[in-house]
Every structure is written in structure tokens, then in C-alpha cells.
């Protein structure tokens, strides 16, 4: 009998913005992620509904059993996330509940890993949610195996974005440094490529996972499936994380 290095297996996670779960886009969506042969989908701007039923039930249907899906969000903004996976949660927790934040995060732990979705609000709201929600809550995962992925709305001026400043740069920029490592620029370095293109062709790389110390030799690869993007089954590319376990 011969055994497996435990570094030969593979997890993939896969961090996609859904686009409003548009009911009609929903089996497309769920195509795309499980030919990725994804072991986990972070599903960002994810609606509560007939959509959001139907591409659950597709990714249940394709072996993503395990589910746990954040409150609707806010009434002027209905979107939450929600997280699929095929491999048994250990636990699965909304790290925000109960307070107006709570539509941002969700969080499962796999195979020793905690993994989070994660969704940064626009505009106003942006900044105060990194300084009085985000960056605590980041703080309490660095310290373990962890990946944290989803949309996080803002980049690196520098390599990130192709037009006019977006809020979050700085905040974003500090916490590249902060010892949790962007898991596609460890792959690519200053490499650009945009994971949102604009009605107007402006670029913004805003789809993002970063891996807590202990977890980043873990990593095998990080890379945009742009098919989901230029098919329009979303307005976001998909972002494929490769970990060994």
C-alpha cells in the first residue's frame, strides 16, 4: 500500500462575484465553478432568492453540499455572500452577525483552514468598515492557517487600477504589507491584469485572496478564470486558489 504526501493534496477555492445571482445566469454560474474543480466557492454579491436558490442547488447538485449563505443585506443594498464546498466544515460561523456588517462576512473551517468570503462595501462606507469591522476581525485569523477572498472593491493604485482613485487604496496597500500575502501577486508579481473592466474600459484588478502566514507555503498558484467575465455568465472574473493541504 503506498500513501499520498500530504503536500500532494490539493484545495481549491474559488472566489467569484455573482453578479446579483440573476436567476437566468444561475446554471452558468454553477457550470463555471464546478469546471474549475473547485472544492470551495466564495460567492460575493450573492442575492437571496429564486437566483440564489437555483445556483445552490446546481452546486449541490454537482457535490457542493456544504452551505452556509449570509442575511439578505440591506434593503437599499440586497446582497450578501455565501460560501458552497465539498469538503466536510469543520464549523461555519457569520463573523459579523448581528451587526449592519453582517452581509460582508462568512466564514467556514476546513481541514484546519479557516476560509472567508468577503465583501467590501462601496463608497462611503468603504473605509470606516475596513478601520472598525475588517481589519479586527483579520487580526483574530493571522494567527492560524487562513484564507480570506471574495471582493474586496478597491487595489494597489500602482498595478490595481487603470483610471481615477478608488477608496480603500491605503488601507489596502497597508494590509499587503502587514505579514498576509495577495495570493495572486506572490504568483505574478507586479504583473497586471484586471478582474473588472468598466462599461467605459477603465480596469480594476478588486477580486483578491490573501493567505494568513502560516498558510502562504501552501501555495501552489492563484489565477483569474477571465471566461466568466468575457461570457458574461458575470461582470467579475473568477479567482482560483490552489493550496496544498
Known sequence: MSFIPLQSLVMNVIALNVCHTGPERAPSIA??????????????EF????????????????????????????????????IASRLPAESAALPLDGLPEAA?????????????AVYFPLGHLHVPF???????????RMDRPALIAGDWNTGRRAVDISTRPVPGEAEFGAFSSSGWVDAWRATHGDKREYSFVSPAGNGFRIDHAFLSPSLAPGLLGADYIHATREQSV???SALLVRLAE
Do not use: N
Not at 66 to 82: C, D, F, N, S
Not at 130 to 140: I, S, V
Open 47 to 82: 442575492k437571496v432568492g429564486k437566483g440564489g436558490d437555483r445556483l445552490l442547488s446546481a452546486l449541490a447538485a454537482g457535490g457542493m453540499t456544504e452551505i452556509i449563505v449570509g442575511p439578505p443585506g440591506a434593503r437599499a443594498y440586497p446582497y450578501t455572500v455565501a
Open 104 to 116: 460582508s462576512l462568512a466564514e467556514v473551517v476546513v481541514e484546519g483552514i479557516s476560509i472567508t
Open 130 to 140: 475596513w478601520q472598525t469591522r475588517f481589519l479586527r476581525y483579520a487580526a483574530t
Open 31 to 44: 457550470a463555471a465553478i464546478l469546471a474549475a474543480d473547485a472544492d470551495l466557492a466564495l460567492l460575493t
Open 234 to 236: 458575470s461582470d467579475h
